[in-house]
């Protein structure tokens, strides 16, 4: 979970400016060395590890910015998730994922991987602008209709169809 000490190390420069909550979710065997780092930057007192959470959209949803600090990704599902919810993104620019579903930072911020001043200063932009952040946030939740299960298996019915009306037309 090393991705997540850039996370508290941007937390710890948000709150030098304005008041905030962190809430963790999920669980790891480095989970009490990252409690430790909270407590060693003087953010305990403002960061709730949750551990795992069986319906995590109940959070996300009530959440005025969803934060991924990867360092790589395959497909990241709560991107997506909290971008279906309608929720302000910020995420690492890692490989694998965040800058196509983000468009390039059109649809959410992107940052560099490992940076906590970058990721400290986006996480402020979208917070103390959050009209703004809410418009680009509506956007990409109509975006993640893309990613919908009828939606998706819809084109690939209209994919089959295609294939099988080409090959009766030779």
């Known amino acids: 979970k090393k991705y997540l000490v850039t996370l508290l190390k941007a937390f710890s420069l948000v709150i030098q400016k304005t008041p905030g909550r962190l809430l963790v979710l999920g669980d790891g ?14 953010v305990d007192e403002s960061v709730d590890f949750l551990g795992f959470v069986r ?9 005025d910015v969803f934060l991924l600090s990867s360092k790589w990704e395959g497909s990241p599902n709560s991107l997506i998730e909290a971008m279906t919810l309608g929720v302000p993104v910020v995420a690492t620019d890692c490989p ?50 893309l ?11 209209e994919l089959m169809e295609d294939c099988i009306s080409l090959k009766a037309a030779k």
């Not at 319906?55 to 959440?63: G, L, T």
């Not at 965040?98 to 992107?110: A, F, K, M, V």
């Not at 990613?147 to 019915?157: E, Q």
Request: charged share 30%; no cysteine; aromatic share 8%.
């Open 55 to 63: 319906n995590p959209w109940a959070y996300m949803a009530r959440s």
């Open 147 to 157: 990613y919908d299960f009828d939606a998706v298996v819809g084109r690939y019915i």
């Open 96 to 145: 694998g994922g965040p800058s196509e579903i983000l468009r390039n930072g059109e649809l959410g911020q992107l940052v560099p991987v490992g940076d906590p001043e970058a990721l400290s200063d986006a996480w402020l932009e979208v917070i103390t602008q959050p009209e703004q952040a809410r418009e680009i946030a509506a956007a990409g939740s109509k975006h993640m209709e």
């Open 29 to 42: 065997e480095d989970r009490r060395q990252l409690e430790d780092l909270a407590k060693e930057l003087g």
